[in-house]
């Protein structure tokens, strides 16, 4: 099939007196060139073979029907666009190229991402924390709106959790509150996600509390997960706990810039949030005003509504039961719900028949304060002194029945021991 020899010279004669005519032509006026073949094919001559791997042994194969589908690939975009320090007309290209430039076209993002905790983490030499491709992929970017895209709403909590879900990633790059992605996956927010078939906004995934290109590091006071901001962050959905939080004693300690003052996530916590009516979470909540209000706890627990709790019980009085969730007030305040006016409808939820008779008991009598519970003080002592009281008359009573057998069975051997 070959063509002879002599057909071969003319074409070579012809093609170079051609080429000749077109240089001499484009000294004087623009060439009108034939369609260039499509420089991407010269890469991917080398790069679509499926098994090409670099001198590491890692991957280097493209496959080019991912990338025509790719938002770049179907704009027809260059390989060259990205790996903007390779070139056709310079090959075989350097072994170790720069990372893919983004840079070069999105702008805003990438003045976004920079001084994020990413980005900062990175710059301090760890390589592990996400950049662009990590978030978004290489050659198979699509558009956050598409539901197969990796940025889509539907999509982030296994996008984060590539890192942020993976134990042996979060072991070997430190990263801080461990395997994240498996705490939200059970929580309120992750099942509302994962049940809204992608529809963004009803509820929140990762980047609906910590943004996407501005996450930033809980300890940064501008991060939206920073305690300061976390009722801001929660309450741009939950507005109506939101408005009365700001109300009651917390909320008003924290815009005094108090910050002891309980924030939502201290008694919700931030990615294991559960319903609020479940009964295990009611009980594991009275423990977390406990951390705070550790003598009010402790007399709770003395009285019948606190042991009942304790034993895992929630039809009776919680904390929250008598003194609300996020209208909590001092009870000096009239529109408290344990004040002297309102105290006798709050037990009356629960105990109908409750009047001002009734909630004269005091739910935190403490037996060791005189002035406090002078009733429950007195009484205290009284079953004291009564417990001692039995102690001591049956403990003596023991003793001397003891010593009283020991003398009969000695006296009943001596009598037998003579006799026989
Ligand atoms: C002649 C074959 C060949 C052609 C043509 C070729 N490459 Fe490569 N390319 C390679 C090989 C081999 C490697 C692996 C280098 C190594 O051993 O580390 C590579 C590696 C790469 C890498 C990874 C570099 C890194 O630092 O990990 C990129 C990106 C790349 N090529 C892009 C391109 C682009 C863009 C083109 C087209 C302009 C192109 N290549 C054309 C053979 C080729
Ligand atoms: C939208 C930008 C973009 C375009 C367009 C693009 N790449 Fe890449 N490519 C990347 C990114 C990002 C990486 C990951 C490593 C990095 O940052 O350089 C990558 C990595 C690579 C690698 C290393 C192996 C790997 O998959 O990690 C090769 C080889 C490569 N590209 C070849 C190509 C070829 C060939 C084309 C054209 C068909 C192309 N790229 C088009 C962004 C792009
Ligand atoms: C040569 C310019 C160029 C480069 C380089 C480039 N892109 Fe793009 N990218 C575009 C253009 C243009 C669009 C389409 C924008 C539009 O339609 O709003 C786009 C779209 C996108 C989209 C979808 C945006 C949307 O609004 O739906 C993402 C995500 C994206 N690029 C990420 C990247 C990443 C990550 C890199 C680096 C690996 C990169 N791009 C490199 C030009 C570029
Ligand atoms: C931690 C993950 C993450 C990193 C890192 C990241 N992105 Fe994004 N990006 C997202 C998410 C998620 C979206 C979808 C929009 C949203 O949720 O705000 C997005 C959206 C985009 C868009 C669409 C337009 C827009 O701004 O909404 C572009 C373009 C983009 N990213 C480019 C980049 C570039 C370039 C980089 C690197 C400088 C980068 N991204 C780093 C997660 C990330
Ligand atoms: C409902 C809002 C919300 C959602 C959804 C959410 N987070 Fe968080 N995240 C927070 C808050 C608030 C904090 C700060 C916790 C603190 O101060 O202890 C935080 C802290 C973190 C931290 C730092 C942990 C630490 O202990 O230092 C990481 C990492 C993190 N989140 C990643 C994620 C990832 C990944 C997802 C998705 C799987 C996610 N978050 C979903 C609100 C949220
Ligand atoms: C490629 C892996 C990777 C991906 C993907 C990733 N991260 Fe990270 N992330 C890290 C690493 C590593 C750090 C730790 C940086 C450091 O050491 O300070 C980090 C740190 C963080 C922090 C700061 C924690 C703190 O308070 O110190 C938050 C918040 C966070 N990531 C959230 C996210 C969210 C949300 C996503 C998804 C949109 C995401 N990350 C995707 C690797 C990743
Ligand atoms: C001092 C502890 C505490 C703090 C702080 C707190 N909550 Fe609650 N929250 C509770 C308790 C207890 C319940 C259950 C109330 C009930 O059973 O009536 C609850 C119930 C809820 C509910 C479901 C019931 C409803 O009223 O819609 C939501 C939503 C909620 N909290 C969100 C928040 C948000 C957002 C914040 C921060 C602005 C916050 N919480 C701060 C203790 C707290
Ligand atoms: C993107 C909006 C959004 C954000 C941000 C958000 N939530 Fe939610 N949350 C929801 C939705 C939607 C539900 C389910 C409907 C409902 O019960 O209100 C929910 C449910 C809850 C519940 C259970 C309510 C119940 O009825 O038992 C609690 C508690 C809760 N969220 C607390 C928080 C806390 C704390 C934060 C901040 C760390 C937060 N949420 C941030 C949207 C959000
Ligand atoms: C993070 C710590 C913290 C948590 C958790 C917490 N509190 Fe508080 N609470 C405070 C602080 C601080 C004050 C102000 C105390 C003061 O002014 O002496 C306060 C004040 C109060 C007050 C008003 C009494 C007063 O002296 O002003 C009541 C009632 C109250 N808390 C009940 C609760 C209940 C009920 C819970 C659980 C649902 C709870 N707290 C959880 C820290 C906390
Ligand atoms: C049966 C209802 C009831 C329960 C349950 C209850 N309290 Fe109280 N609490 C009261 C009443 C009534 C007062 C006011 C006592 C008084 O007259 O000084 C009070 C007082 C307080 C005060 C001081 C308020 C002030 O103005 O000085 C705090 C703080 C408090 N309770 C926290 C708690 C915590 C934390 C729990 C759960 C561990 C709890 N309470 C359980 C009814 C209750
Ligand atoms: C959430 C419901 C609930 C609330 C609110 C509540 N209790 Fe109770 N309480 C119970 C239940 C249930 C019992 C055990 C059954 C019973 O005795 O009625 C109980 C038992 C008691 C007992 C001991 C048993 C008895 O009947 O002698 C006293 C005393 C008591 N409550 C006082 C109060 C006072 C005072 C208040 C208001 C400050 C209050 N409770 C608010 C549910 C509640």
Known sequence: MKPPAL?????????????????????????????????NETCLACHADASAKDAGGRSIAV????????????????????????????????????????????????????????AKAREKGQGLAATCHDCHGTHDIKRPKDPASRTNFAN???????????DKFVEKAHLPGGNIQAKYHDSIHGKLV????????????????HGAHNIEAKSQPDSRVAREHIPDTCGGCHQRVKAVYDKGKHGKLRHEGNGAAPVCID??????????????????????????????I?????????????????????CAACHGAHDVLPATDPASRVSAANRVDTCRACHPKANVN????????????????????????????????????FGVHTVLWFVRSRRAVREKRRNGGSGG
């Not at 982030?156 to 879900?165: A, S, V, Y």
């Open 194 to 209: 994962l049940n809204s078939g992608g529809f963004p906004g009803v509820a929140p995934t990762c980047t609906s509390c």
């Open 63 to 118: 496959d080019a029907a991912v990338f025509a589908k790719s938002v770049h690939g179907e704009m027809q975009f260059k390989c060259t666009d990205c790996h903007a320090d390779v070139s056709v007309d310079q090959l075989p290209h350097a072994e170790k190229l720069q990372p893919a430039a983004c840079a070069n076209c999105h702008e805003d993002a990438v003045k976004n991402y920079k001084g994020t905790a990413h």
């Open 156 to 166: 982030i909590e296994t996008t984060c959790g590539g890192c942020h879900g993976n």
């Open 267 to 296: 008694c919700h916590s931030a990615h294991t949030i559960q319903q609020a009516s479940l009964p295990k979470w009611q009980l594991a909540v009275i423990g977390q005003c406990g951390n705070c209000h550790s003598d009010l």
């Open 358 to 393: 009734f909630v004269q008991f005091d739910p935190h009598a403490n037996r060791h304060d005189k002035e406090r519970s002078p009733l429950f003080y007195y009484m205290g002592l009284f079953m004291d002194v009564l417990l001692a009281g039995v102690f001591v008359f």
């Open 7 to 39: 057909l071969r010279a003319l074409l070579l004669v012809v093609a170079f007196g051609l080429s000749a005519a077109a240089s001499a032509k484009a000294a004087d006026a623009p060439a009108k060139e034939a369609p260039p073949a499509d420089p």
């Open 298 to 318: 402790t007399t709770y627990r003395s009285t019948f509504h606190g042991q009942v709790t304790e034993l895992g019980y929630t039809n009776v009085a919680t």
